[in-house]
């Protein structure tokens, strides 16, 4: 059941106070009738907003909100009208020159989904905290107080499929592959996207739509599919706005405002925010050495890391919509972020013996100070035609972003008697352009045409110097010191084309072609690497209705994931000397083929989606571990990169679902269970300048589960509880171990709906960290990592002239009847 919104409550009023209006005057009334129905589901829209706009000056003049089985009525005097249909969540509709001469039908009318996805649906505040379609999943950050006062990291990670481990890398389905977008559109942060995620705070955030297949439409970048963040947005008519208060342990004071002004021709919108925050985290790596010619211990390290952050952000959004007729939208949006934090970190290493005796101790100490500044301006023009669904959109934006990272390290060695100073810069700036344009031309009754180009533009470099201090100079580390630059062009045409074969029956087809340029340029070694190609990129979708409650699908497409940012930078991190991350800018960009069978079904309170997946993946990007050096005191240095390892075949299955056994208990929960068939070989070369090929040919199984319960309590508090566990899986080189942890929160409204106070608790346990096993010819290693300890928050949250919606007082009438529809939650669509 559609939810009403502060829009439709307001909308009453004015519907109310013109009514008065018009009964003084002496013109001739007549009755406009119709119904509503959604495009996808054809099932009646409740609680649409329908509104009468004078052809001659577009004032409005009346309406009235669509009933259960999506019928409206309203009166206006006799005339000519604009007619529009508004819901939340969908397309405005817009029916031109509408004749009211007596009591006038004007039909049954669709509104489609407000998203440029297959059957996409658009979640807003009222609504569920997962809604599941047939070929995707959308989760609806508005009603989880588990991420209040969180990061998009924590949203993420209450996302079904999707899953953010402790270093910040993003998985869906158990896949990193994936394609991060924000409001539709790559990131100026895209080269960073952990820390992007990090830095953006969850109040900003709308919702989260998932696409495991993405069609023609999308670029075809992400193995895996595509994760989209919809930023919040003020769309209610009238003055409206909310800001929400948080203060937490470890340290988090957090402050976000947001403001609307939507009157007939302008939408003024806009969000603030700000935010201190310290999280205290570690990194340990348990090493022992090997003799390659014996395989008998020769040393064990033990390596053990504060992982210290201390962040202050700044970050606003300001958009104007502009009606520039009642057929033409102009939108401009520029959102500034301003982050600067230090990171104070100590590294501890004992060392031991063959036989496991302590030796002594080494300490690295580091001081770390970073800046990071981003701007990005959006500019939109929508063109809606006479046909309904007619539409052309125009896009264009540009985006730089500016990070500077510089450290200060003492490195004191008790064996060696001595104490040695080092200092890093890391300076990277990014300059991004698109340039986009859709074309949507309904044909026939259910047929539906697509066209389109997208046009991306990176220039990034980036320029890290190591130095070491030595006879009173510092001196450039030559070995380790880099300046990278990456520039990068796409080009892409896209057509899709999709209709109904029976009532039952439907089908989309369409083919994308991406022509890319890519310059990856080493300036220190003067290593110049450019590639250039183009692809085809088909995609497919057959949906079989069984009936109303019932549908099933299959999909095919062909994606590409290109490496960018560290995957490619050959270093960028100097924390550790003996164990750190280097890049590999000989990477090549690894091809996917996408199979996906879907099954959803629909029951009184309960939604099931299931689906079975193939991905077969060539040049796939592997992480590997080897001994590349020594120190001056003999310590082996660790070195992990990216490679392109041969094929990688994905089998798995997928399940979502949403259940209410009682009208005060929602339950939601994801279950992924996934097999990976590895076919590939790494050649290394020793210290000894020998070369060694090792096999990486491998069968693994892997899981992982996410359940979420919310219960209201007496005195209307909501209580919600998450858990998730990933269970353990092989790798390439060794074994990652399983891992489980929770969250809980609890939440009242007072001030009569109008505040919200939150109490949350991310990782009840403080157990949420990654713990890793790995064997190489050379060591045995074991290693924890842990971004961020348990965190408590409380929020607080005002809203003025956007009332809550009490469920509770609605009327009956919905899908969900009653199985919960009178509580907040999830909605069965």
Known sequence: ?????????????????????????????????????????????????????????SSIVSGAMTDAKGNFSFDVPDGNYYIKIDFLGFKTLELKHIAVNGNT????????????????????????????????????????????????????DNVPSVVVDSEGTISLRGNENVKVLIDGKPTGLANN??????????????????????SARYEAEGGAGIINIILRKGKAQGINGSITGTIGDPRNYELNTMFNVRGEKYNFFTSLGYRDSKSEGYNLNDNRYLDPATGEPTQRIYEYKDNNRERQGYNGTFGLEWNLTPSITWTN???????????????SYDYFDASNAFLYNRYRNEEKKSTRNNLDYTTTFEKKFDKEGHVLTIEGSISQDKDNENATIDDINDFLNQTSFERTFNKEKEKSGLAKLDYTLP?????????????????????????????????????????????????????????????????????????????????????????????????????????????????????????????????SNYTSNINFFQGNPDLDPAKTHAIDLGFMKRWTGFTLNASAYYNKTEDTFQFVRRIAGETEDGTPISVSSPINLATEH??????????????????NGNFNFYRTETRGDYTFTHLDGTLETQNFDQNAYAWFTRVSSKITLPYKIDWQLN?????????????????????????????????????????????????????????????????????????FTYRFNQPKIDKKNMKPGGPEGAAGGDMEGMEML
Not at 9 to 30: D, K, Y
Not at 463 to 489: A, G, I
């Open 1 to 57: 059941m559609k939810k009403q919104t502060p829009s439709s409550v307001l909308l009453l009023l004015f519907v109310f106070l013109t009514a008065l209006t018009t009964a003084a005057q002496n013109r001739s009334q007549s009755t406009v009738t119709g119904t509503v129905i959604e495009a996808s589901t054809n099932t009646p829209l409740e609680y649409a907003s329908i509104y009468a706009q004078n052809e001659s000056n």
């Open 105 to 156: 039908n004007i039909g049954t009318h669709k509104v489609q989904d407000d998203t440029q996805m297959l059957e996409e649906v658009t979640v807003i505040a009222e609504r569920s905290t997962v809604d599941i379609k047939l070929d995707k999943k959308i989760y609806n950050v508005g009603q989880d107080m588990i991420v209040k006062g969180g990061t998009a990291a924590d949203v993420l």
């Open 193 to 214: 996207i952990q820390e992007a995620m990090r830095i953006l705070p969850a109040e900003s955030i709308d919702r989260v739509e998932v696409i495991t297949n993405p």
């Open 333 to 347: 949006t520029v959102t500034a972020r301003r982050n600067t934090g230090s990171n104070p970190n100590r590294v």
């Open 443 to 571: 044909i026939g009754e259910h047929g539906n045409f697509e066209a389109g180009y997208l046009g991306t533009f990176k220039d990034n470099s980036t320029d890290f110097n190591l130095q070491r201090l030595q006879n009173s100079h510092w001196n450039t580390d030559t070995r380790l010191s880099n300046s990278l630059e990456y520039k990068e062009t796409i080009h892409a045409l896209y057509a899709q084309y999709g209709n109904r074969i029976t009532s039952q029956l439907s089908f989309m087809v369409g083919l994308r072609w991406e022509d890319s340029s890519i310059d990856v340029n080493q300036l220190a070694s003067q290593s110049y690497n450019k590639k250039k190609y183009n692809d085809f990129f088909p995609s497919a979708f057959l949906n079989y209705e069984l009936n109303e409650s019932t549908s099933t699908s299959i999909s095919y497409s062909r994606r590409v994931n290109r490496p960018r940012g560290f995957f490619l930078n050959p270093f």
């Open 650 to 667: 994905r089998y798995g299955l997928d399940i979502t679902l949403n259940y209410s056994p009682f009208k005060w208990w929602r339950l």
């Open 723 to 795: 858990g998730m566990y990933r269970a353990p899986y092989n790798t390439a080189q060794g074994k990652v171990l399983g891992n489980l942890s929770g969250n809980i929160a609890l939440s009242k409204d007072i001030l009569k709906d109008k505040g919200t106070i939150t109490f949350n608790i991310s990782d009840i346990f403080n157990s949420r960290k990654r713990e890793q096993d790995l064997v190489l010819p050379q060591s045995l290693s074991h290693s924890e990592m842990q971004w961020r300890g348990r965190q408590i928050n409380l929020s």
